[in-house]
């Protein structure tokens, strides 16, 4: 027998009689809404979607499917009153032990492209089930149930719970990833010292909630921008968490500087490998053609035009986010979201032998003479469980060092600027007035 397992009591949703149906789905599923006391001040609802695998075995055809008892009668919408069993071989023996992904931002444009990826198995692999805690506004927030909506539709198999909420302290509980999209962008006016303020702010409380409740081996991956600057101030605020385990998304700048040489050389972009970004997420940030390889062979041996390769590549690595939102209307979300699945299974899926990816990791300890205690964008390598190595066999000629340190004195001026949230005192902004980020031009 199975039953429906929906706990609990939300006014808006509707009571429905459910009788035995001859659909049977492989999975069984439940709704759970819970409105959590955690903090005094109005929050919105959390609601949780989980669909997890039966335990029970039901060779039937058709399963029995009853209301729990009255007394204990629950709420339940649509596809979540139906408990379904599995049969015993349709049991998903092989799959590996549940991870939890969080996600900010959640009912933006760029998660609307990655949360599907990350059900469909994409970015996890085909035998990892996933639960998505998906983190909003109050504003987006019925935005946020429609997304809910839609993952349910799409009866993903490898998509076990979906949650949404408010408050990161609910939403971050337990996350193996945390996805970390939402940012104020900048607005008509605003100066970047406010944009780094104000946006530092919500990393700053995400760092502390990542820290209170999640995985203490949580992967962080910060996509709000100004990225480096935000992840920065995220480590800074979860101490119990591993510096390393923090990153930038710069990923998405590797694959546009992957696609210029590829374009340039007449070659397809597969064939371009260790593609390293330096520095900064911003118009500072320096895409090393010197290492960068095409069929293995080292880029300036197959583009010998030297000033393409060091200002119209250059130019248009660093400024193609802008010329984009220009285009377009809107910052790039399609392309960002994809360069963020690269950037997971850059991290889950050993580096091919050789090769390097770039992502702005923590600066403590490099070996290429960069200040410490930055964000950075660097070449690593990874095993494929989650962690990195830095590439030790990068050459850094007078080029590339010149351009190294006016990324890094970009960096530390932004640091300087949000001192006060990450316990170093008074912020104080003086920025170099010539930088910005892609999208900012
Ligand atoms: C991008 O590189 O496309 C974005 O970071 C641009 C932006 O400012 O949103």
């Known amino acids: 027998m199975a039953a429906a397992d929906i706990s609990l009591s939300r006014p808006l949703l509707q009571r429905k009689e459910i009788s035995s149906s001859s659909f049977l789905p492989q999975k069984s599923v439940k709704f759970n809404f819970k409105r959590s006391n955690a903090k005094k001040d109005f929050r919105l609802p959390k609601i949780s979607c989980s669909v997890s695998p039966s335990q029970t075995e039901t060779p039937t055809a058709a399963p029995d499917i009853t209301l729990t008892p009255e007394g204990n009668k629950k709420e339940c919408f649509g596809v979540f009153c139906l408990t379904y069993d599995l049969k015993e071989e349709e049991k998903p023996k092989s799959w590996r032990k549940l991870i939890k992904v969080a996600v900010s931002g959640a009912a933006g444009m760029i998660s609307n492209h990655l949360l ?32 809910a909506m839609e993952l349910e539709d799409s009866l993903y198999p490898l998509l076990r719970e979906v949650s949404i909420g408010v408050d990161p302290y609910d939403v971050f509980r337990d996350a193996d990833w945390a996805l970390l999209i939402g940012a104020k962008p900048r607005g008509p ?59 930038a998304l710069t990923r998405l700048d590797e694959n546009r500087a992957k696609c210029q040489l590829a374009l340039k050389a007449g070659v397809f972009y597969d064939n371009v ?131 190294i340190k006016k990324s890094e004195d970009e960096l530390l001026a932004e640091k300087r600027c949000v001192a006060h949230l990450i316990g170093e005192g008074n912020g104080y902004c003086e920025l170099p007035g010539d930088t910005t980020l892609p999208g900012e031009q």
């Open 116 to 147: 599907f990826k990350i059900a469909s198995g994409e970015v996890f692999g085909q035998d990892q089930p996933v639960a998505l805690n998906l983190l909003g506004s109050e504003r987006s927030f019925s935005a946020l149930e429609g997304v």
């Open 189 to 247: 006016g605003m100066e970047r010292a406010n944009l780094l303020d104000i946006n530092g702010k919500i990393f700053a409380e995400q760092g502390k909630a990542l820290n209170a409740v999640a995985s203490q081996n949580v992967k962080v991956i910060v996509v709000g921008n100004p990225c480096n600057t935000n992840a920065l101030i995220c480590l800074k605020n979860a101490p119990n968490i591993p510096p390393k385990n923090f990153h």
């Open 273 to 403: 490998s260790n593609m390293t970004i330096w520095g900064n997420h911003s118009t500072t940030q320096v895409p090393d053609f010197v290492n960068a390889k095409i069929h293995g062979i080292p880029v300036p041996k197959i583009i010998t035009d030297t000033k393409w390769l060091e200002e119209e590549f250059t130019e248009k690595v660093q400024k193609r986010g802008g010329v984009l939102i220009k285009k377009w209307g809107r910052s790039s979300a399609a392309s960002t979201a994809v360069s963020i699945v690269d950037a997971v299974k850059s991290l889950v899926i050993p580096t091919p032998p050789g090769d390097w990816f770039s992502s702005g990791v923590y600066t403590t300890g490099n070996p290429y003479g960069i200040a410490e205690d930055l964000i950075f964008s660097m070449p690593c390598r990874s095993k494929g469980d989650g962690d990195y190595e830095l590439a030790t066999d990068v050459l850094i000629n007078d080029f590339l060092r010149e351009r």
